[in-house]
């Protein structure tokens, strides 16, 4: 059975911690100690589940990365 990557949840689209690990090029225990740091918007959908993070978030943690570059 495939792992899910990504998931809508009331019109919002969320990334597993995995694949915004990847689309970040971290990994996965660094992405969750930047969470809360970074104001990285997260989710649990159930109780003991899995993490979701926020597609939303994740861009503008991109576009926050990029903008300090050009700086």
């Known amino acids: 059975m495939a792992v899910k990557t990504q998931l ?3 019109g919002k689209l969320y990334y597993s911690v995995a694949a915004t690990a990847r689309l970040l090029g971290t990994t996965t ?9 970074e104001g ?4 649990n959908f159930r109780v003991n589940g899995p993490i979701w993070i926020s597609a939303e978030s994740v861009a503008s943690y991109l576009r926050r990365k990029q903008n300090q570059g050009k700086a």
């Open 40 to 43: 990285l918007e997260w989710a």
């Open 8 to 10: 809508m949840h009331e």
């Open 29 to 37: 225990p660094k992405l969750r100690q930047l969470m809360i740091p």
